[in-house]
C-alpha cells in the first residue's frame, strides 16, 4: 500500500502532519501542532493522531518494536533481494543518477525482514523505486519482475506494460491518451477495442451511461438528490439512466459516508455472549444458558427486504475440562457471501475460512483481521463479530436488520420481553426452551439441559468473597479503571455475572480475567475510556 500527496508551492511553509512541514529544511520535520520539535517518532506521530473513536488503535509497538538481526539484514540486501534495487549494473542502474536508491533499499530490507520474508513485501517496495523513476521520465526495463519472481497479472481483456500510458482510455473520455503529457506508468492496458469502466476493462459498446455530467459503469444505482427521494440506475440494456421516486428505510437516514450518497443505518446494536455463557441480546434481555450444543446466535430470518445480505452466526457450545455445572462458547462460526468463516478454542489464534471460489471474500466486502486479543469478522454492510478463542463472542448489527433477525440475540425490535422467540415466532417459557429451540446440528452427545437438570448455584459465603475489591469488585469500583466507563456501560450485571463465574469455578483466575476482559469490550464499543488493568502479574498483558 502507498499514496502520494503533491502540493503546489503556494503552500511553503503553511502544511503539519506526518508529511513535514515543507519548509525546504529536512532536520525540523517532527515538529508538533505546537510547532515544537519532537524526540522521537512515536512521540510525533502521537501528536498528531486525530480522534477517530478507536478504542482499540495504538500509536506503538505495544511491548518490543520488531528488529532486524545483523545477519538478517544482510541476506536481504542480496542482489536477488533488495540488494537488486542498487545494483550498478542491475535492472534498476538507468535510473540512479536521478533518483539515489539507498532510501529505498533501507525501506525493502526493513519491511521484507519484518515480514519474515514475505514476498509480497519485496515486490512493493521494487515497484515503489520503479514508479518513482517513471515518474522522473526514466524509461525502465521489466526485467526485475522476471529476476525477483514479481510477476504482475493483469485483469481481463487487458495487457501488462512496462511504459504505458498516465492516462488510459475510458468510456466516459476515449480520447484521454491522445491528450496525456504525464510521463508513462508500469500498468495494465486495455486490449484494442477495450477502454477503462471504473477499473474494469470493456467493450466500447458495454460503457454505461453519461448523465449530467458524471459517468455511471452499467448497471450501477446512484442517488439524483441529496435528500435520497429519487434512485437511478444506469440501465445495461439500453445505456440510459433510469429514474424512480423512492426513500430510505425507516431504520436508516440519507447521508454521505466515503464520499458516497447512499442510504445508512441510523445505530447500531450488540449482542453478547462470555462466561458460561451469560447472554445480552440485541435489546438488552440479559439471559444464562447452559447447553453445549450448536446453536444460531443470530441470522436474517425474514425474506421481504431484499436488499439485506443473508447472514448467520453459530455458536458450538461445551463444558470447560472437568467442569460440567456449567458451559462455554468453544467455536463461533460466521456464514456471509457463501464463506464460512470459523474461529475455535482449538485453534487459538487462527480463523479458518472455506470460501466459495465464485464469491472470493466477495469483492472487498468482507474483511477478517487480529485486533488486540479478538478475531475480527467485518463485513461493509455493518457486521461485526468478535471473538477472543476463549468465550467471549460479540455481535453488532446496523439498525437495518431490526426486526428482522431471529436467534439467541433476540429479534431486535426494541422490546426485551419478546426477545425468547422461537423459530416459529411462539414464545419460550425458559431461556433452555428458548435456546433449545435454536439449535441446529445433529451432535447426539450435546444437551441444552444443565447436567442433571439441575442448573448450578453459588454458595452465598462465596460470593461475598469474590463481590469485594480484590476480585470483581474491580469492576463496580468507582475509583477503578472502569470509572469512565459506567456512565455508559452499566457494570451491575457484569459484576454479578463476574461473582457467577468466580463461584463456579472455584476463584479460577482465567474466569476473573475473562470476566473483567468482556466488560473491557463493551466499554470499548460503547465508547468509553479503560484504564490499564492488566500487569505483568495480573491477567498478563
Same mark, same amino acid.
Given at each position: 500500500?502507498?499514496?502520494?500527496?503533491?502540493?503546489?508551492?503556494?503552500?511553503?511553509?503553511? #502544511?503539519?502532519?506526518?508529511?513535514?512541514?515543507?519548509?525546504?529544511?529536512?532536520?525540523?520535520?517532527?515538529?508538533?501542532?505546537?510547532?515544537?520539535?519532537?524526540?522521537?517518532?512515536?512521540?510525533?506521530?502521537?501528536?498528531?493522531?486525530?480522534?477517530?473513536?478507536?478504542? #482499540?488503535?495504538?500509536?506503538?509497538?505495544?511491548?518490543?518494536?520488531?528488529?532486524?538481526?545483523?545477519?538478517?539484514?544482510?541476506?536481504?540486501?542480496?542482489?536477488?533481494?533488495?540488494?537488486?534495487?542498487?545494483?550498478?549494473?542491475?535492472?534498476?542502474?538507468?535510473?540512479?543518477?536521478?533518483?539515489?536508491?539507498? &532510501?529505498? &533499499?533501507?525501506?525493502?530490507?526493513?519491511?521484507?525482514?519484518?515480514?519474515?520474508?514475505?514476498? @509480497?513485501?519485496?515486490?512493493?517496495?521494487?515497484?515503489?523505486?520503479?514508479?518513482?523513476?517513471?515518474?522522473?521520465?526514466?524509461?525502465?526495463?521489466? @526485467?526485475?519482475?522476471?529476476?525477483?519472481?514479481?510477476?504482475?497479472?493483469?485483469?481481463?481483456?487487458?495487457?501488462? @506494460?512496462?511504459?504505458?500510458?498516465?492516462?488510459?482510455?475510458?468510456?466516459?473520455?476515449?480520447?484521454?491518451?491522445?491528450?496525456?503529457?504525464?510521463?508513462?506508468?508500469?500498468?495494465?492496458?486495455?486490449?484494442?477495442?477495450? =477502454?477503462?469502466?471504473?477499473?474494469?476493462?470493456?467493450?466500447?459498446?458495454?460503457?454505461?451511461?453519461?448523465?449530467?455530467?458524471?459517468?455511471?459503469?452499467?448497471?450501477?444505482?446512484?442517488?439524483?438528490?441529496?435528500?435520497?427521494?429519487?434512485?437511478?440506475?444506469?440501465?445495461?440494456?439500453?445505456?440510459?439512466?433510469?429514474?424512480?421516486?423512492?426513500?430510505?428505510?425507516?431504520?436508516?437516514?440519507?447521508?454521505?459516508?466515503?464520499?458516497?450518497?447512499?442510504?445508512?443505518?441510523?445505530?447500531?446494536?450488540?449482542?453478547?455472549?462470555?462466561?458460561?455463557?451469560?447472554?445480552?441480546?440485541?435489546?438488552?434481555?440479559?439471559?444464562?444458558?447452559?447447553?453445549?450444543?450448536?446453536?444460531? #446466535?443470530?441470522?436474517?430470518?425474514?425474506?421481504?427486504?431484499?436488499?439485506?445480505?443473508?447472514?448467520?452466526?453459530? =455458536?458450538?457450545?461445551?463444558?470447560? $475440562?472437568?467442569?460440567?455445572?456449567?458451559?462455554?462458547?468453544?467455536?463461533? %462460526?460466521?456464514?456471509?457471501?457463501?464463506?464460512?468463516?470459523? &474461529?475455535?478454542?482449538?485453534?487459538? $489464534?487462527? =480463523?479458518?475460512?472455506?470460501?466459495?471460489?465464485?464469491?472470493?471474500?466477495?469483492?472487498?466486502?468482507?474483511?477478517?483481521?487480529?485486533?488486540?486479543?479478538?478475531?475480527?469478522?467485518?463485513?461493509?454492510?455493518?457486521?461485526?463479530?468478535?471473538?477472543?478463542?476463549?468465550?467471549?463472542?460479540?455481535?453488532?448489527?446496523?439498525?437495518?436488520?431490526?426486526?428482522?433477525?431471529?436467534?439467541?440475540?433476540?429479534?431486535?425490535?426494541?422490546?426485551?420481553?419478546?426477545?425468547?422467540?422461537?423459530?416459529?415466532?411462539?414464545?419460550?417459557?425458559?431461556? %433452555?426452551?428458548?435456546?433449545?429451540?435454536?439449535? =441446529?446440528?445433529?451432535?447426539?452427545?450435546?444437551?441444552?439441559?444443565?447436567?442433571?437438570?439441575?442448573?448450578?448455584?453459588?454458595?452465598?459465603?462465596?460470593?461475598?468473597? !469474590?463481590?469485594?475489591?480484590?476480585?470483581?469488585?474491580?469492576? %463496580?469500583?468507582?475509583?477503578?479503571?472502569?470509572?469512565?466507563?459506567?456512565?455508559?456501560?452499566?457494570?451491575?450485571? !457484569?459484576?454479578?455475572?463476574?461473582?457467577?463465574?468466580?463461584? #463456579?469455578?472455584?476463584?479460577?483466575?482465567?474466569?476473573?480475567?475473562?470476566?473483567?476482559?468482556?466488560? %473491557?469490550?463493551?466499554?470499548?464499543?460503547?465508547?468509553?475510556?479503560?484504564?490499564?488493568?492488566?500487569?505483568?502479574?495480573?491477567?498478563?498483558?
Amino acid at each position: 500500500m502507498k499514496f502520494y500527496i503533491t502540493v503546489p508551492s503556494s503552500y511553503f511553509r503553511t #502544511l503539519g502532519g506526518l508529511c513535514g512541514n515543507y519548509n525546504g529544511d529536512h532536520n525540523d520535520e517532527f515538529t508538533n501542532p505546537k510547532g515544537n520539535k519532537e524526540s522521537t517518532v512515536v512521540k510525533f506521530a502521537q501528536s498528531w493522531r486525530a480522534e477517530d473513536g478507536d478504542l #482499540l488503535c495504538h500509536d506503538d509497538c505495544q511491548g518490543e518494536c520488531p528488529s532486524c538481526t545483523p545477519a538478517l539484514q544482510q541476506k536481504y540486501k542480496g542482489e536477488k533481494l533488495c540488494g537488486l534495487l542498487a545494483k550498478k549494473d542491475g535492472s534498476f542502474a538507468s535510473c540512479h543518477n536521478v533518483l539515489d536508491p539507498g &532510501m529505498f &533499499m533501507d525501506n525493502c530490507v526493513y519491511d521484507v525482514c519484518i515480514n519474515e520474508g514475505i514476498y @509480497e513485501f519485496l515486490c512493493e517496495n521494487m515497484k515503489s523505486y520503479n514508479d518513482a523513476c517513471l515518474a522522473e521520465g526514466v524509461k525502465m526495463s521489466p @526485467e526485475w519482475r522476471t529476476i525477483t519472481g514479481c510477476s504482475l497479472e493483469c485483469p481481463s481483456n487487458s495487457y501488462y @506494460e512496462a511504459c504505458g500510458t498516465a492516462c488510459p482510455a475510458s468510456c466516459s473520455d476515449p480520447d484521454a491518451e491522445a491528450k496525456c503529457k504525464e510521463p508513462c506508468v508500469e500498468t495494465c492496458q486495455c486490449n484494442k477495442g477495450f =477502454v477503462l469502466s471504473g477499473d474494469k476493462c470493456v467493450s466500447k459498446e458495454s460503457c454505461g451511461c453519461s448523465y449530467e455530467g458524471r459517468y455511471y459503469p452499467s448497471g450501477m444505482k446512484f442517488w439524483e438528490d441529496d435528500k435520497c427521494t429519487k434512485q437511478c440506475e444506469c440501465n445495461p440494456g439500453t445505456a440510459k439512466v433510469e429514474c424512480k421516486a423512492t426513500a430510505c428505510k425507516k431504520s436508516e437516514v440519507c447521508g454521505l459516508q466515503s464520499g458516497k450518497r447512499d442510504c445508512y443505518p441510523t445505530s447500531y446494536a450488540t449482542c453478547q455472549g462470555s462466561g458460561d455463557p451469560h447472554y445480552r441480546t440485541f435489546d438488552g434481555k440479559r439471559f444464562d444458558f447452559q447447553g453445549t450444543c450448536t446453536y444460531v #446466535l443470530s441470522k436474517l430470518v425474514s425474506k421481504d427486504d431484499k436488499s439485506l445480505a443473508p447472514f448467520e452466526v453459530l =455458536v458450538k457450545n461445551q463444558h470447560r $475440562g472437568r467442569n460440567t455445572a456449567v458451559s462455554y462458547t468453544k467455536t463461533v %462460526t460466521v456464514i456471509v457471501f457463501k464463506n464460512i468463516i470459523t &474461529m475455535s478454542r482449538d485453534n487459538p $489464534g487462527k =480463523v479458518l475460512v472455506k470460501i466459495s471460489r465464485q464469491h472470493y471474500l466477495f469483492y472487498g466486502q468482507l474483511s477478517i483481521f487480529r485486533s488486540g486479543y479478538f478475531g475480527m469478522v467485518k463485513t461493509k454492510f455493518g457486521l461485526t463479530l468478535k471473538f477472543n478463542w476463549n468465550s467471549h463472542v460479540s455481535l453488532t448489527l446496523p439498525s437495518s436488520y431490526s426486526d428482522l433477525i431471529g436467534g439467541l440475540c433476540g429479534n431486535w425490535n426494541g422490546q426485551r420481553n419478546d426477545d425468547f422467540l422461537k423459530p416459529d415466532k411462539s414464545p419460550a417459557n425458559t431461556p %433452555t426452551v428458548f435456546g433449545d429451540s435454536w439449535k =441446529v446440528g445433529n451432535d447426539p452427545d450435546c444437551s441444552s439441559d444443565c447436567d442433571g437438570k439441575k442448573c448450578p448455584t453459588c454458595d452465598h459465603s462465596l460470593m461475598l468473597d !469474590y463481590q469485594t475489591g480484590k476480585y470483581c469488585g474491580r469492576i %463496580t469500583d468507582k475509583n477503578g479503571p472502569f470509572k469512565h466507563c459506567h456512565a455508559k456501560v452499566d457494570p451491575t450485571e !457484569y459484576y454479578e455475572d463476574c461473582v457467577f463465574d468466580m463461584c #463456579l469455578y472455584r476463584g479460577h483466575a482465567s474466569a476473573l480475567c475473562n470476566a473483567l476482559s468482556t466488560y %473491557t469490550s463493551a466499554c470499548q464499543d460503547a465508547p468509553a475510556k479503560v484504564e490499564q488493568w492488566r500487569s505483568d502479574s495480573f491477567c498478563r498483558k
